[in-house]
């Protein structure tokens, strides 16, 4: 059941989490990027931890909600129930703790939170949540094109792996785009795969610019959604700026 699985997934974010300890520290990545000649900002992309989970929590129903493809042709954040199981449905994903978050950084020390990726490891026993258990008509209509999407490739036997690194969600803050952010959390999921013991990543990429930060990263497309087949199901995605959704990935070794 849905508590088990729960309890599962937190016992394997333990046992990811002390993995990496010994074989890498929470901080994953700090590097600098300059917004003019002679000002330099500083960023630290490290583990997400328990004191900040609400904060990024709220960036992402605030930010990402706003900003991101799906959510905008569908009018998410009208419907207050789908927020609701949005928000209830990235809870569950952070219990397998290797969720990363990104800070400014002053004197070594992180400051102001601008960036935050719901990191998931996908295992071939996972199944996707009942419909009708499903809350909030957008949400429904939303996790639906992500299904479809993904059950697009069979990335188990494509990769030849049991499980894999996914993510359900980057968002930056709007006055830290351009820094090159973005892409950096997604280069950090390489070494967390290799700390891990995890061969392959992949993830449906739903907006342009998500797509073409991964393709720098060196990510393959391993299959696309356009947007209007998921009218047979019902589900206007035409609004959408981004013509179509990219299942991406890459094996590491």
Known sequence: GRDQKLSLWGEFGVALKENREMASPQKCETFSTYIYIDIIL????????????????????????????????LNIKTDAESVTSIRNNWEEMLSQNISIACFTEEEGRTKELVGFNILIVKTKEDGHEEFENVKGEKWEKLLKTLITAEELVDIFSHYDVDTYLSSSGLTVSPAHRGQNIGARMIQVREDMCKAFGIKAVSTVFTATSSQVLAAKCGYEVLAALPYTHMLQYGIDLTMSETPLAKVMGKKYY
């Open 42 to 73: 500083r960023y630290q992309i490290v583990d997400m931890s328990e004191s900040v989970r609400r904060q990024c929590l709220d960036m992402m129903q605030e930010t990402f909600l706003r900003d991101e493809p799906l959510s905008l042709a």
